[in-house]
């Protein structure tokens, strides 16, 4: 499958909120999530300063993105990766490697020398991480607190 990574910018806003919404509708997350509170959680992020956005497109069709968010730690920048979904048709085809290595240069591009994120501690997501060089802490727990 052919695809070019770019810079996700608000013209491709919804196509990009149709990869999440199509992403997590399925194992492991079977998430049902509303066009409308994907625009909202894209947007959020394309409107914050300096964060990285990018998106695998063919043609015009986006089948990937990669939401980064950059965070100021005691030893520097760091970039918190807040979304990695590729379309369920295009995955398996190196889409997202791709995306997760474009986040990893952009932000060391950009003076951000470690790239963050939170998924599964085992299976393949997992896998997935470890084989793109990223390592799984040992010590650190999720947590949340709901009002409902
Ligand atoms: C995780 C995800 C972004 C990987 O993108 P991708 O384009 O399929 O990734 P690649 O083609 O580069 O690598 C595929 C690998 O991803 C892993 N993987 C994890 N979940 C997968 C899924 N639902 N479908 C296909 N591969 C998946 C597999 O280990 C696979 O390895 P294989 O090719 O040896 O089978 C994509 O599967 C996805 O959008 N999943 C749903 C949303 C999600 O879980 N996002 C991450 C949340 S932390």
Not at 96 to 116: D, H, I, R
Not at 135 to 140: E, H, K, M, R, V
């Amino acid at each position: 499958m052919s695809f070019r990574i770019e810079r996700l910018t608000l013209e491709h806003l919804n196509g990009a909120a149709t990869v999440l919404v199509r992403a997590y509708s399925g194992p492991p997350w079977n998430e049902n999530w509303s066009l409308e509170a994907a625009v909202e959680n894209v947007n959020t992020v394309l409107e914050t300063p300096k964060s990285i956005a990018l998106a695998a497109f063919d043609g015009g069709k986006v089948l990937g993105i990669a939401l980064g968010i950059r965070q100021r730690r005691h030893a520097g920048p760091v970039v918190y990766l807040d979304e990695l979904s590729v379309l369920p048709e295009a995955q398996g085809a190196g889409i997202g490697t791709a995306l997760l290595s474009a986040v990893f240069e952009t932000a060391k591009a950009e003076g951000c020398n470690s790239v963050w994120l939170v998924s599964q501690r085992e299976g393949a997501l997992s896998t997935f991480y470890q084989r793109c060089g990223f390592a799984i802490g040992s010590n650190l727990g999720l947590y949340s607190k709901s009002s409902a």
